[in-house]
């Protein structure tokens, strides 16, 4: 087996856990905590689309880290490849465990993102608006890409097959690409999202990933280097 196919089985079963580890806790309090008293969010809600989308979202980021962990000796890159995935993975784990515990399907028919749509669609709990596809902002979903953000079979390819310095650049500019659509997406929950817990988590990923956007500048800098957008 590959180290990229043990990357793959390592990050699954960090998410199982971790979605263990939130029914679990959920369930023990009742459940109340995380719906607010709003009720169990619909199939087609905006914090079930969140949930689900923001887990394949958050996949692909832990899929990356892993990767550029074997392509370089550079700490400093490791280090926060390591908080990435470390972080992604666990908060996969609490969405795919919200949706088991609102006994929702973690895969759905509707087109990735149609919970950002807002009119037109059903939120699950009234809707908050029109969105349209000018949501994205500079992050469109790009030829090859299930979301915004997201990096396409050939840049991932790219990744794996890179080194070094090679490596840590196109590795900073993917996940600096990753973490801007993953910002849109968090504001996106924030904005329609019911479940007082969900829309915290998605707050703390808007704070955080804009710092993690800010470092990865600079690590791109000192490399000679920029994002791309």
């Known amino acids: 087996m590959t180290r990229t196919h043990w990357a793959a089985v390592t990050a699954v079963v960090l998410a199982l856990l971790f979605a263990t580890a939130a029914?679990?806790?959920?369930?023990?309090?009742?459940?109340?905590?995380?719906t607010h008293g709003v009720?169990?969010?619909a199939a087609d809600s905006a914090?079930?689309?969140?949930?689900?989308?923001?887990?394949?979202?958050?996949?692909?980021?832990?899929?990356?880290?892993?990767?550029?962990?074997?392509?370089?000796?550079?700490?400093?890159?490791?280090r926060l490849a390591y908080d990435i995935a470390n972080t992604q993975a666990n908060q996969r784990g609490m969405m795919l465990g919200w949706l088991d515990l609102w006994e929702l399907p973690k895969v759905s028919s509707d087109e990735p993102m149609a919970w950002m749509a807002g009119a037109g669609g059903?939120?699950?709990?009234?809707?908050?608006?029109?969105?349209g596809g000018a949501a994205h902002g500079a992050h469109e979903v790009r030829d090859g890409a299930l979301m915004p953000g997201m990096a396409t079979k050939s840049e991932l390819?790219?990744?794996?097959?890179?080194?070094?310095?090679?490596?840590?650049?196109?590795?900073l500019q993917l996940m600096t690409d990753h973490h801007k659509g993953g910002v849109t997406m968090a504001q996106g929950c924030v904005e329609r999202c019911e479940v007082g817990t969900e829309r915290a988590l998605a707050q703390g990923m808007v704070d955080a990933q804009e710092s993690e956007i800010a470092l990865m500048t600079d690590l791109l800098k000192a490399r000679g280097a920029a994002p791309r957008s």
């Open 122 to 131: 059903s939120s699950g709990h009234g809707g908050h608006g029109a969105v």
């Open 157 to 171: 390819d790219k990744l794996r097959e890179a080194d070094g310095k090679q490596a840590e650049i196109l590795y």
């Open 23 to 34: 029914v679990t806790a959920a369930a023990g309090s009742g459940g109340e905590d995380d």
């Open 47 to 78: 914090d079930a689309g969140f949930a689900r989308d923001m887990s394949v979202h958050h996949q692909q980021a832990v899929e990356m880290s892993f990767i550029v962990r074997d392509r370089t000796k550079d700490e400093e890159v490791r």
């Open 39 to 41: 009720g169990t969010p």
